[in-house]
């Protein structure tokens, strides 16, 4: 076997482990992000929220969804970008750095997105909800169980 031929299937064997790293991540978050979390749960079954916080809640929640929306759409499409550019290029080229530096900033996004949701939500509740609620987020972002 040549040098070049090794180099080019090694370059292409790295690609494609590096494309189903990416898509293994991105279908990972996606699916804990249409899970019914933790948090979710208690803010609308253990927190005994008013009628007033409910109806604001419900305001962030239908606004975060729309963004949350937005940005996972970006990130199906930057991975059918990163799909075409392997396929059309065999290598890691600038289209292909091109389309997971695309995915990267859209899946930054929704987790700064993410994060002002719950931090607005916290803004919502009382000082004794907001400590369930602190305890909540800290365990889900620690992957402990509630």
Known sequence: MSFARGLLITIVLSVLAAFAGA??????????????????EVVHEKLDLSADQERRIAGLERD????????ESEMRAANAELAQAIGRE?????????????F?????????????HVLAMRQVLTPG???VFD?????????ETP
Not at 31 to 37: A, C, E, G, I, L
Not at 90 to 102: C, E, G, I, L, N
């Open 64 to 71: 975060f969804a729309a963004r949350r929306q937005a940005l």
């Open 104 to 116: 990267h900033r859209a899946m930054g996004e929704l987790q700064k997105e993410t994060i002002l």
């Open 23 to 40: 898509w293994a991540g991105a279908s990972y978050i996606v699916s804990r992000m249409h899970d019914d979390p933790p948090l979710h």
């Open 90 to 102: 065999h290598a890691y080229s600038p289209a292909v750095q091109q389309a997971v530096d695309r």
């Open 129 to 131: 909800q907001a400590a």
């Open 135 to 143: 305890d909540t987020v800290v365990k889900a972002l620690t992957d």
